[in-house]
């Protein structure tokens, strides 16, 4: 889950300021977490509130989004969002937005099957991002983590989403000149996912979420959640993004780290 996050501090400086190259520096002071690591956390804790069979995901994932939605209220969020994060009875609003796989990353990391990753994914994300898209980029982000996570090598995962998901049949390098911002999950996670499959290392994968482009930090907190389930997360990464956390987020990040970390 903090690959989620890492992606997300990294991307934050890019998302309207595109860099179309894997060359810049990682962090520097303008770095900040946006609405992408809020509600990564606020899945978390979600589960970490949750009965121990997931029967009130649903509920626990609808009162911790609002909670911490309300608590950084100036993280970036969009306007659907921030109107069903101020209602008193919030409803889905059928949006395939990219924001539905961009917070989901617990999920793949606490799943023991396949399907309870589907089942406990569509459970945190049908609570706003009801549209079938929305679900399935969810779904597939969730996917990859899990898959990553449990030993599949990278043609493997590539071979399932492929499949069952999306087709993943470009390269990032066809892509990066043309790519632009596109807030959709389905224009968003097969792009994000084969930032993956193309890395060779954790730093690698986060320089290749940014270098093409568009919503950058959405993009690569995706990436950044899978290739954190396949590599690990290099200590010197782990210390420096830690550092742009607040004392709040960094004991939500930490508490789901010591119950759900192998």
Same mark, same amino acid.
């Given at each position: 889950?903090?690959?989620?996050?890492?992606?997300?501090?990294?991307?934050?400086?890019?998302?309207?300021?595109?860099?179309?190259?894997?060359?810049?520096?990682?962090?520097?002071?303008?770095?900040?977490?946006?609405?992408?690591?809020?509600?990564?956390?606020?899945?978390?804790?979600?589960? =970490?509130?949750? $009965?121990? !069979?997931?029967?009130?995901? %649903? /509920?626990?994932?609808?009162?911790?989004? &609002?909670?911490?939605?309300?608590?950084?209220?100036?993280?970036?969020?969009?306007?659907?969002?921030?109107?069903?994060?101020?209602?008193?009875?919030?409803?889905?609003?059928?949006?395939?937005?990219?924001?539905?796989?961009?917070?989901?990353?617990?999920?793949?990391?606490?799943?023991?099957?396949?399907?309870?990753?589907?089942?406990?994914?569509?459970?945190?994300?049908?609570?706003?991002?009801?549209?079938?898209?929305?679900?399935?980029?969810?779904?597939?982000?969730?996917?990859?983590?899990?898959?990553?996570?449990?030993?599949?090598?990278?043609?493997?995962?590539?071979?399932?989403?492929?499949?069952?998901?999306?087709? =993943?049949?470009? $390269?990032? !390098?066809?892509?990066?000149? %043309? /790519?632009?911002?596109?807030?959709?999950? &389905?224009?968003?996670?097969?792009?994000?996912?084969?930032?993956?499959?193309?890395?060779?290392?954790?730093?690698?994968?986060?320089?290749?979420?940014?270098?093409?482009?568009?919503?950058?930090?959405?993009?690569?907190?995706?990436?950044?959640?899978?290739?954190?389930?396949?590599?690990?997360?290099?200590?010197?990464?782990?210390?420096?993004?830690?550092?742009?956390?607040?004392?709040?987020?960094?004991?939500?990040?930490?508490?789901?780290?010591?119950?759900?970390?192998?």
């Amino acid at each position: 889950m903090l690959g989620a996050i890492i992606g997300d501090i990294v991307g934050s400086r890019f998302e309207f300021r595109n860099n179309k190259s894997k060359e810049f520096e990682l962090f520097n002071n303008k770095c900040t977490f946006t609405d992408d690591t809020v509600m990564t956390l606020a899945i978390s804790k979600s589960v =970490l509130n949750a $009965k121990e !069979d997931y029967s009130d995901l %649903s /509920y626990q994932s609808v009162k911790s989004m &609002q909670e911490m939605a309300r608590k950084y209220s100036r993280a970036g969020y969009g306007m659907r969002f921030i109107q069903w994060m101020l209602s008193s009875n919030p409803k889905p609003y059928n949006s395939f937005g990219n924001g539905a796989a961009m917070r989901v990353s617990a999920i793949g990391f606490i799943a023991n099957t396949i399907d309870e990753t589907i089942d406990l994914s569509r459970k945190v994300t049908e609570v706003t991002h009801n549209h079938p898209e929305g679900i399935k980029g969810a779904e597939a982000t969730s996917v990859s983590i899990f898959l990553a996570k449990n030993g599949y090598k990278i043609n493997e995962i590539r071979d399932y989403i492929d499949k069952h998901y999306y087709k =993943l049949d470009f $390269k990032l !390098d066809d892509i990066r000149e %043309s /790519y632009k911002t596109d807030v959709t999950c &389905q224009g968003t996670v097969p792009q994000a996912i084969t930032a993956f499959l193309e890395s060779t290392d954790f730093e690698d994968a986060i320089r290749n979420a940014i270098s093409i482009g568009g919503d950058s930090d959405t993009i690569a907190a995706i990436t950044g959640g899978i290739a954190e389930a396949y590599y690990g997360v290099p200590v010197e990464i782990r210390e420096n993004a830690l550092k742009y956390l607040d004392e709040n987020l960094k004991s939500i990040l930490l508490e789901f780290e010591n119950n759900f970390s192998d």
